[in-house]
């Protein structure tokens, strides 16, 4: 009789195994990668390389928008945004692309916040400091803030706000290179 009880708890803790295993598999970890480019607008009093007086001077850029997508994405991977867990900036990096003789020596530091519809504006990534010479930097991002109502937007808007110690070249071009990670489970 005992033998007779026993096989339907085994029988029952071999489906509920299955069922979580399932659930792992169904897991979906997908990064989303995004690409602009932002201008460098001319500058009142532009003598670019002069270095500016001591303490630089803040350099704001007009929030850029970027199509998010997302409706797209949970399709492409078989979910809904309901079943979305977390999204999150992975990475973002900034690249100058012309012109060629440009480099972010004219930066100390660099903040970029994030917005879209209906959302606030939260710091996603920065970086104080900026070595000297470089042509692309790759920012510190953070990885706490869930992106999710944000990314099921059907745009979000980034904004970088810099501190400059040099007036940039008018017209420098740099390609902005957010990268999302988006985690969901369609089973839960």
Same mark, same amino acid.
């Given at each position: 009789? &005992? &033998?007779?009880? @026993?096989?339907?708890?085994?029988?029952? $803790?071999?489906?509920?195994?299955? $069922?979580?295993?399932? &659930?792992?598999?169904?897991?979906?970890? /997908?990064?989303?990668?995004?690409?602009?480019?932002?201008?460098?607008?001319?500058? =009142?009093?532009?003598?670019?390389?002069?270095?500016?007086?001591?303490?630089?001077?803040?350099?704001?850029?007009?929030?850029?928008?970027?199509?998010?997508?997302?409706?797209?994405?949970?399709?492409?991977?078989?979910?809904?945004?309901?079943?979305?867990? &977390? /999204?999150?900036?992975?990475?973002?990096?900034?690249?100058?692309?012309?012109?060629?003789?440009?480099?972010?020596?004219?930066?100390?530091?660099?903040? /970029?916040?994030?917005?879209?519809?209906?959302?606030?504006?939260?710091?996603?990534?920065? =970086?104080?400091?900026?070595?000297?010479?470089?042509?692309?930097?790759?920012?510190?991002?953070?990885?706490?803030?869930?992106?999710?109502?944000?990314?099921?937007?059907?745009?979000?808007?980034?904004?970088?706000?810099?501190?400059?110690?040099?007036?940039?070249?008018?017209?420098?071009?740099?390609?902005?290179?957010? /990268?999302?990670? @988006?985690?969901?489970?369609? @089973?839960?």
């Amino acid at each position: 009789m &005992k &033998k007779l009880l @026993l096989f339907p708890a085994i029988i029952l $803790c071999i489906a509920i195994a299955a $069922c979580n295993k399932v &659930k792992q598999l169904a897991f979906i970890n /997908v990064d989303i990668p995004y690409s602009g480019q932002i201008t460098i607008q001319q500058i =009142q009093g532009d003598t670019f390389g002069i270095p500016l007086p001591p303490g630089g001077a803040s350099l704001p850029f007009p929030a850029v928008p970027f199509a998010t997508n997302y409706k797209a994405s949970v399709s492409q991977y078989g979910t809904s945004t309901d079943k979305i867990l &977390k /999204v999150d900036l992975k990475s973002f990096s900034l690249q100058i692309l012309s012109p060629s003789n440009q480099n972010y020596d004219f930066m100390d530091s660099i903040q /970029v916040f994030l917005s879209a519809p209906s959302q606030p504006e939260v710091l996603i990534a920065y =970086q104080y400091g900026i070595p000297k010479g470089l042509m692309t930097l790759t920012l510190t991002t953070d990885t706490s803030v869930n992106l999710k109502n944000y990314f099921t937007q059907d745009t979000m808007n980034y904004r970088l706000n810099t501190h400059i110690n040099a007036v940039p070249q008018t017209g420098t071009e740099m390609k902005i290179s957010p /990268v999302i990670n @988006l985690q969901a489970n369609p @089973l839960q």
